[in-house]
Nanobody, 127 residues
Framework: QVQLVESGGGLVQAGGSLRLSCAAS????????MGWFRQAPGKERELVAA????????YYTDSVKGRFTISRDNAKNTVYLQMNSLTPDDTAVYYC????????????????????WGQGTQVTVSS
């Protein structure tokens, strides 16, 4: 497993941008599929974006395609989520997660694929 610490959340106006960072400790980061999830009040947790370590494939949920970008810097053991054109619907607690057990990422990853989680960072988008 890896330990994950998110940062970069905050309050932003609609149309603005934020970049979330997730710093990972442990030697398995470079061979971990990484994901960003979010959970809004009263809603279920949803996968926002994911990145496969083995083939670089990326997954985005439909509502963020073209606006969010997931990337990683293996030298820094960090995964990022660049969020542009934010809307109030993006308001949620965002969680970083790592899957250290699977070589290949599922076509549509689920929360159960991931075995390490960060504590979450709040993103609030005002209208």
């Amino acid at each position: 497993q890896v330990q994950l610490v998110e940062s970069g959340g905050g309050l932003v106006q609609a149309g603005g941008s934020l970049r979330l960072s997730c710093a990972a400790s442990g030697r398995t980061f470079t061979k971990s599929n990484m994901g960003w999830f979010r959970q809004a009040p009263g809603k279920e947790r949803e996968l926002v974006a994911a990145d496969s370590w083995s083939n670089g494939r990326k997954y985005y949920t439909d509502s963020v395609k073209g606006r969010f970008t997931i990337s990683r810097d293996n030298a820094k053991n960090t995964v990022y989520l660049q969020m542009n054109s934010l809307t109030p619907d993006d308001t949620a607690v965002y969680y970083c997660a790592a899957d250290t057990t699977h070589c290949y990422m599922s076509p549509i990853p689920s929360g159960s694929d991931f075995n390490s989680w960060g504590q979450g960072t709040q993103v609030t988008v005002s209208s």
